[in-house]
């Protein structure tokens, strides 16, 4: 009984602060903070004819420039970038061959890395790195080099720069009892061991490209080894697929920032009820970046279709008043 | 207020509830029901050595012949049978193809099946009947044929030839905050469109076989269509590779029937903390069917090693008060 009125007490106070708090207090009062309640309300609330049961509320997030910055290259490209570092004296090989050679000298700038042509350049470095040892190893190459790595430009750790609003969108979303999942381009196994504490997203909710891994026995203990094969490629017409395989239900609602999100939009959109499809807009050269049309990983067509369909495109210069949880006073 | 009020009774009830009935009346009182429970207990346990957080209570199932029979042959190959009879005056050339011919001709015994032997017929007869189709149409084909085919010995649905003690397992693990998996060689596409309402186990959290896929736009909308090329076959070794890949932690808890499942079990049983491991032994021939060692899907080696590690086996004769749901008095 004792427990029963806890609960009771915990319940209240969480309703209270519900009611009271502002869920999106990072948001100005502009329209796309305006569209994203409109549609929660209308979705969750019972008997509205637009409701969904709470097992259908899926909502897909993309990651890198969407729930983090992404500038000057997708984050992962760092760790890849130290751990060719790190791997260059076993693999003497790698001081003649790009793009290898440019990122072992330091000369990142010059290094020919084409995220935008078939990811060859950075397939290759994902293959060479993540291939070889265990899951087990790679996590921890991972969990190690996030707690300390810092950007090159805002010397912060990369997880302090996460967008901040976005951060209350997710919070927004679960407290409607949504099932947020990212998909990503970036590596499923290079997300999964930070995602649970820095966006409260589980490793099951985590799709992301991946790697062809093998079961074996070293010294007796079953191991999985990854294998330098591309399994899968979560990006543009891959996120609806991986949506599909990994979900097996379509989202309401989308998150994304280029027009490797546009296929998951449109997925999105095209589904039997409402939908809610918003993209972030990097138009802040002051606070973040400004890029769109011409970046590696371009938001250009997306932008198209946005506006032609009148989903949600968020200004971060005009729609959010600030943009890292650092900034939060 | 009123809503908190009515919440508090809800939660009441649910307590009483739990601590009056038995979660697993349709277990005997022997060594496996008294395993299921400590170790539930074991890990449930607020400041127990071996407690587990919820969000790593993570629990495996296999699905033909761990949550429902699998006699004659795995109840998906009746599906793809009858698909191949409809589908057959589109393919006039299955007439004169094995393994085709003999499903057309009902001669299904006399079929050359050979599911154990890499699955060459039987993932012929995937492909070609699950794919050139969309993803909403497989599913529609699913759910049509679910809701009234029967099987040819017991002349019931299929769905009502679940397990029923599985059934309340499932429900059992669930109060206690376990996350369940279903992890099968079955197709994803199969098992999801019935197993929310037959298992309480949501799409997202059925992980199976798959083909590959491709989007695209039919009439101007975006659609999945299925391509006759393997994605992943999600038996044997290649039960842990979809875990990690699919959940990205490991389960503490597995349960299977076949050798395709040791593998899941030995990853699960090397895990840092407590793990549980269950066979189900299929030695019913009366209430059931019995048979282990020699089946297509044998019960052999993972039978051998249940025993030498002290897993927990099932003996369905001895065990469990009732097999199916419709046996319930």
Known sequence: MKKIILKSILLLFLFANTVLADPLSSWNDTAPKKAIIAFVEKVTKPGSKDFVPIEER???FDNDGTLWSERPLPFQCAFIFERIKALSSQNPQWKNTEPFASVIKGDINSAPVNINDANKDLLAMVL??????????YEKAVTDWIAVAKHSKTNRLYTDMTLQPMLELLAYLRANDFKIFIVSGGSSDFMRPWAEKVYGIPPEQ????????????????????GIPELNSMTAGKGKPLAIQSHIGRRPIASFGNS???????????????VS????????DDKREWAYDRKFIDPFDKGLDEALSKGWTV????NDWKIIYPFEKK
Do not use: R
């Open 259 to 273: 027009d490797n999100d546009l296929p998951m939009m449109q997925w999105t959109s095209a589904g039997s009820g």
């Open 128 to 137: 060479a790195t993540q291939s070889g040892i265990t899951t087990d190893e």
């Open 314 to 317: 968020v200004s971060m210069k």
């Open 206 to 225: 985590v799709i992301g490209s991946s790697i062809k891994t093998k079961f074996e026995f070293q010294n007796g203990k079953p191991v999985i080894v």
């Open 58 to 60: 899926i909502a897909t």
């Open 276 to 283: 809610f499809c918003l993209y972030v807009h990097h138009d």
